[in-house]
């Protein structure tokens, strides 16, 4: 009989108040007890909405029933028979509109906690267990994958168990993509990245890093070096602004750029960090997606006093995942939501020192099926900031459109 | 990792070294940078690339020795290794067949200048230049352009070589004197740029400025070196780092160069600068 209880079993995190001060991760995991627990919750259906959620098709239930068991590697085989980065999907991907969300469990109450069992199996996987690399039956044929993000990654790997011989280009000079330079390490520990970056390196891989495709070789070059199949996942590209006035002035930053600066070239710790990070006291967040919330937390903990979210639609329209919001509240954020910035106002140097809003209400149902924002008449006041970071998502990157004649793009 | 192979010390702050780097050797074009880490926690920094060896497998670049990084790289000895090298980035610079072109290079900006206007020698185009420095001392490759120029002016601060003054001076004798120039490539510090600008602009004789900002992956992704130019916003990284110099906000690239100034400082007092 399965276990009936409505919620998932609770997963410890760190206090708030402690929390929002340092870069360690939020969630601490499940011990072994609360892990089979939740396993029992699962009630092993047989058409699986779960796997059809799952982009990668990783066989939930079996791998459930083995924690169930108690026994971990076996679900740790049969997860990753299907997944390459498994402790990274059971943090960072949004379970709730994948796998839970089509979770039976989920019709009466909240749905197994595959995310967390995921991660728990991988985290317990890497703690206990060598990694041995299965013979690997080599069958030739060269590939070429370009970017070592989570899409790269997870084909390098992919394909490297099928026998290919498989050769990554990474422009930047680490391996994760957003992984390493958007996520930051309270959410996704960069230990773990490199961990799991090994296991793909291990089956084969090889791994080229400051290798930028379109610029230091084009994807038509890489075809006369014999690679029989490119796969090019470049990820996100060029940041978005809104196009207002004082977009430019000192202060203002891409969630990319001030992410990356903290993440990727770890200003987080200027002890050991020659990449200078500027915060100011008082801190705009524009926009209401993960990135956003990334943005405000880290700017919390890298001592900002007051952090606002300013988005211009309400709360249900949000993009991020709940739990992120949740997160973020609690921790002190605040949410300045049906607000929009029009224009950033700054002082005779140049630096920032305030941006102008004006109040939103929602109107009839947009072409999205969102209710669209509409501004306030006579709202405008001005917000007393000196950063604002901008994380109104990107464009993609337009390197290899440039240099790929005859590539379509969409 | 990728191998020094030459180190030259160019004056008291100014060195030159040829590093291994097949990738960026064998693609890069007159215009384009690298960025380097000197070593596995270093910053990322972007470079103009001053020469290229495609059977080499190398490329040479000269920078100045201002801060932290610049320092950890002037230590290092031929044989030692550069953690990352990555390139080439940036747009090609837009080279054309012209009968007469003026090369402006202020300090370390003579660097990127020179293969620019090397490429235009090798087009067929008569090619001047006018290399400029506080004194005799930081006018850098002097020899290198008088190899592949039709004249070579020089101007310094306290009139050590050529004229006493500034590079604009001599844009100014030359345009007094009737040359006519077909377009200026006009390479150096912020303030020298704008104020060539200043004179070419008002008599319609195009000018090229070569822009480098703060930036951190060079591929358009942080768009930190965001650059307003002809009243839009730009990528430096992306959509140069050579842009229509008519069109350029100088006083906001100058503003925005001041950005981690304070920080700087640390760095530097940290190291013993």
């Known amino acids: 009989m399965a276990n009936m209880s409505l919620n998932k079993v609770a997963m410890p995190e760190q206090d708030p108040n402690i929390r929002n001060k ?79 969300g089509v979770c039976v469990r989920g019709i009466k109450g909240e749905a197994v906690g595959i995310g967390r069992l995921e991660r728990f199996v991988a985290d317990y996987h890497i703690q206990n267990v060598e990694t041995v690399v299965p013979e690997i039956q080599k ?49 996704l520990p960069k230990k773990l990245v490199a961990t799991e970056v090994d296991n793909i390196a291990k089956m084969g891989v090889t791994i080229n890093k400051n290798v930028v495709v379109g610029r230091s070789i084009t994807i038509e070059e890489l075809f006369e070096e014999d690679y029989k199949a490119v796969f090019v996942g470049s990820g996100a590209g060029l940041p978005k602004f809104l196009g207002i006035e004082g977009e430019n002035l000192n202060g203002v930053y891409s969630a990319n ?83 929009n910035p029009i224009k950033v106002i700054g002082n005779e140097a140049g630096w920032v020192t305030g941006m102008e809003c004006v109040k939103m209400e929602l109107g009839e149902p947009d072409a999205s099926g969102r209710r669209s924002p509409i501004e306030m008449p006579n709202s405008n006041y001005i917000l007393d900031v000196n950063t604002v970071i901008m994380a109104i998502g990107q464009s993609p990157n337009p390197l290899i459109r440039q240099t790929t004649p005859g590539l379509d793009v969409r | 990792m990728y191998k020094i192979l030459k180190k030259e010390a160019l004056n008291q702050t100014v060195e030159l070294i040829e590093v291994e780097a097949p990738f960026v050797a064998k693609k890069c074009e007159p215009g384009q940078f690298i960025i380097l880490r000197v070593n596995e926690v270093g910053e990322r920094v972007p470079l103009t690339i001053a020469d290229y060896d495609r059977e080499k497998g190398s490329v ?98 306290d009139g050590s070589l050529g004229i006493t003054g500034f590079v604009t001076d001599v844009l100014n004798s030359q345009l007094e004197k009737g040359v006519e120039y077909d377009e200026v490539i006009a390479i150096g ?7 060539v600008v200043n004179i070419t602009k008002p008599i319609n004789l195009p000018t090229a400025v070569s822009l480098n900002p703060i930036m951190i992956d060079g591929t358009g992704m942080c768009g930190g070196c965001r650059v307003t130019v002809g009243g839009k916003t730009r990528f430096a990284c992306v959509d140069g780092p050579d842009f229509d110099g008519f069109e350029v906000d100088f006083d906001e690239c100058m503003r925005r160069q001041g950005m981690y100034k304070e920080e700087e400082k640390d760095h530097a007092c940290r190291i013993g600068l």
Do not use: W
């Open chain 1, 22 to 100: 340092n870069f360690e991760e939020v969630a601490l995991g499940y011990g072994i007890e609360q892990a089979i627990e939740e396993a029992t919750r699962c009630l092993q259906c047989k058409h699986k909405p779960c796997v059809g959620g799952c982009p990668v098709n990783v066989p939930i239930p079996e791998f459930i029933k083995q924690v169930a068991e108690g026994n971990l590697e076996e679900a740790y085989q049969i997860i990753t028979s299907e997944n390459s980065l498994p402790a990274i999907c059971g943090r960072v991907c949004p379970q709730e509109s994948q796998c839970e």
């Open chain 1, 139 to 187: 069958n030739g044929i060269k590939v070429a994958v370009v970017g070592a993000g989570p899409a790269g990654l997870s084909c390098a790997g992919d394909l490297a168990k099928r026998g290919y011989d498989v050769t990554i280009f990474e422009a930047l000079h680490d391996l994760g993509g957003v992984l390493i330079y958007g996520i930051p390490e309270f959410r």
């Open chain 1, 257 to 339: 750029e001030f992410l990356t600066r903290v993440n990727l070239m770890k200003a987080y710790n200027q002890d050991q960090s020659p990449t200078p990070i500027r915060v100011g006291d008082n801190v705009a967040v524009v926009g209401g997606g993960n990135v956003a919330m990334d943005a405000a937390r880290t700017a919390l903990r890298l001592g900002a006093k007051e952090v606002s979210i300013v988005y211009r639609r309400s709360e249900d329209e949000l993009p991020a995942r709940r739990e992120e919001v949740h997160h973020a509240k609690e921790e002190g954020v605040v949410f300045r939501l049906l607000n």
């Open chain 2, 60 to 157: 040479t670049i000269i920078y100045q020795v201002v801060g932290y990084s610049t320092k950890l790289l002037s230590e290092m000895k031929v044989g030692d290794f550069i953690n990352d090298f990555v390139g080439p980035l940036g747009q090609p610079a837009n080279l054309k067949k012209h009968n007469r072109v003026l090369g402006i290079g202020g300090g370390v900006g003579a660097a990127p200048l020179y293969p620019q206007l090397r490429k235009l020698k090798e087009m067929g185009t008569q090619v001047d230049v006018v290399l400029g420095g506080r004194s005799a001392e930081y006018v850098i490759l002097g020899k290198e352009f008088e190899d592949i120029c039709d004249n070579v002016y020089y101007a310094t601060n």
């Open chain 2, 189 to 195: 510090p912020l303030i020298m740029m704008k104020a």
